[in-house]
């Protein structure tokens, strides 16, 4: 598994655990020292490469979000409580692609 797809998996998880139990919890302090870590380990790789790989690793995990939130909706209806977390990794997942963009090479 590439670095790119561990940083897109662990802000997913970030955005799932902020969602369940908000932004002080033990899970997401450590969520957000791996997500801290994992991005010091690519500072060292080609930036434009690494960004690219993580933008597109990001778009894959918000893509299988928005299948989750299909299945869920169709399943249990848009009140189902899951369908609050799943809305929370989709807004995360699109403003880290939008900061990914966004950001000076």
Excluded: C
């Excluded at 033990?26 to 791996?34: K, T």
């Excluded at 933008?55 to 369908?83: F, T």
């Excluded at 609050?84 to 989709?90: E, F, L, P, S």
């Amino acid at each position: 598994m590439t670095t790119e797809t561990k940083l897109a998996r662990v802000v997913r998880e970030r955005a799932e655990l902020s969602a369940r139990y908000g932004d002080s919890h033990p899970a997401m302090i450590e969520a957000a020292a791996a997500e801290s870590t994992l991005r010091e380990a690519a500072a060292a790789e080609d930036r434009t490469r690494f960004r690219r790989a993580l933008i597109r690793a990001l778009s894959e995990e918000l893509s299988d979000a928005l299948q989750v939130r299909r299945e869920l909706s169709a399943q249990y209806g848009e009140a189902h409580p899951r369908m609050r977390t799943v809305q929370g990794v989709i807004f995360a997942l699109t403003n880290a692609i939008n900061a990914e963009v966004h950001t000076a090479g």
